[in-house]
């Protein structure tokens, strides 16, 4: 049985998330938004087009934050991607081949 932490986005196995320990957790719901991975952004471009061509949408959202990655350069941000429960598993598969 896969449980749910809402405040961390992840898939937990245990009812007590691993990273904030916040508990009881839930069983995930089809939309809810669960972490993919997380990329640089050489890779970040790959994980976006393979999710798009495949209908899966996502939330892409940027380690350091837009003012940061402006005086860095984008191409020095990393990114953590999470997609709906319901294409999780599908996802996954997408991206084997590159994270």
Known sequence: TMFYCSNCK???????????????????KENDPVYLTTQEAVWAGMVEQLLTQNGIPYLKQGMHGAGIAIRIGYNLETYY???????YEKSKELISGIV
């Open 10 to 28: 992840m898939l937990c196995t245990q009812n007590t998330c691993p990273q904030c320990h916040a508990a009881p957790l839930l069983p995930p």
């Open 81 to 87: 991607f999470h997609v709906p429960y319901g294409a």
